[in-house]
């Protein structure tokens, strides 16, 4: 099955500065990655998500970066701030049913 | 956007007694919804996928006869942990499947078993 591997399991930033979470995947056959953001004792929310055809994708603050020879996807967030602290999740599925996580990386912005 | 809701969102049960966790899909249908539990400060695992009218899809190591799915309606799941046990405690988190690629997860249930 997919394996999906996420760096860095923490994450500090000071408010402003960009942070950059990556993540691999096993499976050429993967075609779909989204992004997850999750807050304490809540469940996941999507934020981003790239399909296979693209190489890049933008939503104001945050960008989501495909390399699909090397099989990585990155998130990039910019301007920082402190609701931006959460526990973050990329994921790859290969059917668009199925969806397997990373291990999360926790985020802080410090203000 | 679509909303997913699960109830309770909290349970504390005795070991050996079963409990029963509900997903609802508030204003979509979802012919198919998943079920993942996810331990303190790690990842979510798929457990299995529900499918409307039809027996759920366990993933490897995952007991059925432990974990009841049944999806009886367009909008509506249910997992039931049955003769749960301590090691069973966990944050089990559904999500509803509007389309293809497209999943919302619900809020999760925090299960303790003591």
């Known amino acids: 099955g997919e394996n999906v591997e996420q760096h860095p399991s923490t994450l500090s930033v000071q408010e402003g500065d960009s942070a950059v979470i990556k993540c691999t995947y096993s499976d050429s056959a993967s075609n779909y990655f989204p992004w997850y953001k999750q807050e304490l004792g809540k469940g996941p929310q999507l934020i981003i998500d790239?399909?296979?055809?693209?190489g890049e994708k933008k939503d104001q603050r945050i960008a989501v970066t495909l390399n699909k020879t090397a099989k990585h996807f990155s998130l990039h967030i910019t301007e920082t701030q402190p609701e931006d602290s959460a526990v973050y999740f990329c994921?790859?599925?290969?059917?668009?049913?199925?969806?397997?996580f990373g291990t999360g990386t926790s985020l802080t912005v410090i203000p | 956007g679509a909303v997913v809701s699960q109830h309770p969102s909290r349970v504390i049960c005795k070991s050996g007694t079963s409990v029963k966790i509900e997903c609802r899909s508030l204003d979509f249908q979802a012919t198919t919804m998943f079920w993942y539990r996810q331990f303190p400060k790690q990842s979510l695992m798929l457990m299995a996928t529900s499918n409307e009218g039809s027996k759920a899809t366990y993933e490897q190591g995952v007991e059925k006869d432990k974990f009841l799915i049944n999806h009886a309606s367009l909008t509506l799941s249910t997992l039931t942990v049955t003769s749960a046990h301590p090691e069973d405690s966990s944050f089990y988190i559904c999500?509803?499947?509007?389309?293809?690629?497209?999943?919302?997860f619900g809020p999760g249930t925090r299960l303790t078993v003591t």
């Open positions: 999500s509803a499947q509007t389309g293809t690629y497209e999943q919302y």
């Open positions: 994921a790859a599925s290969i059917t668009g049913n199925q969806f397997y």
């Open positions: 790239i399909r296979s055809n693209v």
